[in-house]
């Protein structure tokens, strides 16, 4: 197992990385914290409204909000779509336990 992310892999768009290490990062994200550290802050970190995360939390019913903010955020320019992007923002909302799987993964 890596103990970092290579540069490659720090290059890869998020919604590229593994299934099983997507899945794990949008349960770990989709999970709500009293701590609020969660998708919640993670919409907010991209830019999103209260009012617009609500309208896509009702659009999601049984998929991964974390999945769609994913996804609807990454698919634009900006913010870049990238691991490494993913985790700068990760480590601005003090993930680091979504770190962990991401830096675990031997991409």
């Known amino acids: 197992m890596a103990s970092t992310v ?3 892999e720090a290059l890869i768009k998020i919604l590229k990385v593994p299934f099983r290490l997507l899945f794990k990062l949008c349960l770990s994200l989709d999970i709500k914290r009293t701590d609020g550290k969660d998708v919640r802050l993670l919409a ?3 830019g999103l409204t209260v009012t617009d995360f609500d309208l896509l939390q009702q659009a999601a ?3 991964s909000p974390t999945y769609i903010l994913l996804r609807e955020r990454f698919s634009v320019k900006k913010p870049p779509g990238t691991v ?3 985790i700068d923002v990760m480590k601005h909302i003090g993930r ?3 770190i962990s ?3 675990e ?3």
Request: overall charge negative.
């Open 61 to 63: 019913q049984s998929v």
């Open 101 to 103: 799987l991401i830096t």
């Open 105 to 107: 993964w031997n991409g």
């Open 96 to 98: 680091d336990d979504i």
């Open 44 to 46: 907010h970190e991209l």
């Open 84 to 86: 490494g992007y993913f």
């Open 6 to 8: 290579t540069d490659r």
